[in-house]
């Protein structure tokens, strides 16, 4: 049984393609529980639940009797809460190396809903792995440092820039800016109180019309692609080089958010921990920090001093911005020792096997049932 955020997507995505492939689990059904307002595509030996809002009804009794009669569970969120990890191999795939303070070590989310639910937690560096027990109050020996499935869609050649109608001829270089949110979806809080939060200002057209200006004349396609739970969502209209990758049109694709990554050529963040996974690639990385006095008063980082841990170029304002657009455009990679000096920190793998090393680690009774 799966889960994800957002809907059949993320670390649980790439477990479920894994286990598709192989023979061995061809007699296997696999579940997934999604929103209830998700389009269910038709897979092989793949049955879609709704997820339930509310108990004693027709949605809940549904997923309480696949969740019950699951041996296995996957998940990227705090989802699966009724499972018993005594006879259950529940896995917490979890959705991203955290630079940014959570859970336990948030202070806003530390008296918050635990995670006793999971029998094990997926780790991508054994650096990380003190941090992650400390993030998700469990032991060591809960932990699985694997990598994260997901960073298996890197390495993959798909057809997903021609599903978005983009000629990558046209361009030189391909750039893609994947901040995290401040405010989520439905508001609750805000990780950021200061005016400014990214070195673009995507209100304002006329200094996106120049933005784009800048990027046709240095054959460079700029991919802005929200985080699903980003309250922002600017979507950026008629621009030659600026182009929104909308969430809904990625998922209709049929791809994933790093199948895109596969074909970019710098990753523009903040304190998302997709610089972590793109790290994989060994290709340049800044980091947009407009905001972090504020976030780090607000969220708050792991680290002491985060700069000292962004294996990249350091960004705050748009002429810095176009700095390192310029060096990307000449094909010069300025920053590629601090990659190499960081990598172990969060990285312990470099390859497409995540999904393998996990399914190997938690499934061994290839039996159907219990």
């Known amino acids: 049984m799966f889960a994800s955020f957002p809907d059949f997507a993320d670390n649980s995505r790439a477990v479920y393609e894994y286990m598709m492939r192989q023979e061995k689990f061809s007699n296997w059904t696999f579940i997934w529980e999604v929103s209830p307002d998700f389009q269910f595509p038709t897979r092989n030996r793949t049955r879609f639940i709704k997820r339930p809002y509310g108990y004693w009804n027709k949605d809940y009794f549904i997923y309480i009797f696949n969740l019950f009669t699951s041996k296995y569970l996957f998940s990227t969120h705090s989802f699966f809460v009724e499972a018993n990890p005594s006879r259950q191999i529940s896995v917490c795939l979890w959705h991203g190396t955290m630079l940014k303070r959570i859970c336990a070590m948030n202070e806003r989310e530390k008296d918050g809903q635990r995670k006793d639910q999971f029998r094990f937690f997926v780790s991508p560096s054994n650096y990380y792995n003190d941090i992650f027990c400390k993030t998700f109050l469990c032991q060591p020996e809960n932990i699985l440092t694997t990598g994260y499935p997901r960073n298996d869609f890197l390495f993959e050649n798909t057809r997903l820039l021609e599903k978005l109608n983009i000629d990558k001829d046209l361009y030189s270089k391909i750039v893609v800016y994947m901040p995290t949110f401040r405010v989520p ?20 057209k006329q200094s996106l019309s120049e933005l784009s200006y800048f990027l046709y004349d240095k054959k460079v396609l700029l991919l802005i692609k ?145």
């Open 226 to 370: 929200w985080h699903p739970a980003d309250s922002r969502q600017f979507v950026v209209d008629n621009m030659a080089n600026i182009l929104s990758i909308d969430n809904q049109v990625l998922a209709e694709s049929g791809f994933q958010a790093y199948h895109l990554l596969h074909y970019a050529d710098a990753l523009i963040t903040d304190y998302s921990s997709v610089f972590c996974d793109y790290m994989l690639l060994d290709r340049p990385i800044a980091f947009d920090v407009s905001d972090i006095v504020a976030y780090a008063d607000k969220r708050g980082f792991v680290f002491e001093k985060p700069m000292d841990f962004m294996p990249g170029y350091i960004i705050k304002t748009e002429h810095d911005l176009k700095i390192f657009v310029d060096d990307i455009s000449k094909g010069l990679d300025k920053s590629a020792y601090k990659r190499r000096e960081l990598y172990s920190v969060y990285n312990d793998f470099c390859d497409d096997q995540a999904s393998a090393r996990i399914v190997n680690l938690t499934i061994h009774d290839l039996s159907v049932g219990f």
């Open 185 to 204: 979806k439905g508001g609750g809080y805000c990780d950021s109180d200061a005016t400014i939060q990214s070195c673009i200002d995507f209100a304002n």
